[in-house]
Nanobody, 126 residues
Framework: DVQLQASGGGSVQAGESLTLSCTLSGLPFDEVAIGWFRQAPGKEREGVSLFAKSAGRPFYAASVKGRFSITSDNARNTVHLQMNSLNPEDTAVYYC???????????????????WGQGTLVTVSS
C-alpha cells in the first residue's frame, strides 16, 4: 500500500515559521512527484510546493515564493516544507500528495495526484 505520513503544522503568530514533513512508503521515491497542497475554508485546494527528484526545480505557488522552501531527504523518502514569514492568508489544511511521474515536468493540478495523506492544520494569527 502507498502511504503518506504527514507531520508538523500547528498554530503560530504572523511572521513565525513552521515545518511540515511528509514521508512516502510503497512507491519508489525517485519516481514520484510529491509535495503539498492546501485548502482554506471556502476555497479550492491549491498546490503550494511540489518536488520531484527527476525535475529541474521545485514548484512553488506565487503566493509562497521566497517564503517557503521544499527539501528532500532521499534516504528517508521524506520531503520537508519550511514555511517562513507566515501570514494569516497561509491558514489552511495542508495535504501531502504524491503521484507517479510521467515526465520531467512536475504536475501541478490537484486532480493529477493519486495519493493523499491526512491533512494537517496550519493556523496563523495576526
Amino acid at each position: 500500500d502507498v502511504q503518506l505520513q504527514a507531520s508538523g503544522g500547528g498554530s503560530v503568530q504572523a511572521g513565525e515559521s513552521l515545518t511540515l514533513s511528509c514521508t512516502l512508503s510503497g512507491l519508489p521515491f525517485d519516481e514520484v512527484a510529491i509535495g503539498w497542497f492546501r485548502q482554506a475554508p471556502g476555497k479550492e485546494r491549491e498546490g503550494v510546493s511540489l518536488f520531484a527528484k527527476s525535475a529541474g526545480r521545485p514548484f512553488y505557488a506565487a503566493s509562497v515564493k521566497g517564503r517557503f522552501s521544499i527539501t528532500s531527504d532521499n534516504a528517508r523518502n521524506t520531503v520537508h516544507l519550511q514555511m517562513n514569514s507566515l501570514n494569516p492568508e497561509d491558514t489552511a489544511v495542508y495535504y501531502c500528495a504524491a503521484t507517479n511521474m510521467a515526465s520531467t515536468w512536475i504536475p501541478v493540478g490537484r486532480n493529477m495526484y493519486k495519493y493523499w495523506g491526512q491533512g494537517t492544520l496550519v493556523t496563523v494569527s495576526s
